[in-house]
């Protein structure tokens, strides 16, 4: 059973960088065609921060555009997530997930919201990441 472990969060301030990794085990990210970070806030919905798809195509959310990456490295099984310029409003849980075997428009109709979660066959616990002003 493929597990997910999440590492990177921390603090910094307004206009900084931060990358997160996501380490799977149990399993190689090869076989998982739609993986994705996501964030939460206390009080708040659930929502999609980027997503990577089977054909290599990704998708963002409008603010995360141009700000931050997702990538995945299949030798060492780890899914990242660079974000730079960094503001307020991404502070947050962020969350890697990963479903296997979906084509990119299964992945998609999964990821956005409203967000399929039980469709998704793993989860990590989450690294939070604080932003100050």
């Known amino acids: 059973q493929v597990q997910l472990v999440e590492s990177g969060g921390g603090s910094v301030q307004t206009g900084g960088s931060l990358r997160l990794s996501c380490l799977a085990s149990?399993?190689?990210?090869?076989?998982?065609?739609?993986m994705a970070w996501f964030r939460q806030d206390p009080g708040k919905e659930r929502e999609r921060v980027a997503s990577?798809?089977?054909?290599?195509?990704?998708g963002y959310g409008e603010s995360e555009k141009g700000r931050f990456t997702i990538s995945k490295d299949n030798a060492k099984n780890t899914l990242y997530l660079q974000m730079n310029s960094l503001t307020p409003e991404d502070t947050a849980m962020y969350y890697c997930?990963?479903?296997?075997?979906?084509?990119?428009?299964?992945?998609?109709?999964?990821?956005?919201?409203?967000?399929?979660?039980?469709?998704?066959?793993?989860w990590g616990q989450g690294t939070l990441v604080t932003v100050s002003s």
């Open positions: 997930a990963a479903k296997r075997g979906a084509l990119r428009e299964e992945c998609i109709a999964t990821v956005i919201f409203p967000i399929d979660a039980d469709a998704l066959d793993a």
């Open positions: 149990g399993e190689s990210t090869s076989n998982m065609y739609c």
């Open positions: 990577l798809y089977r054909d290599g195509s990704t």
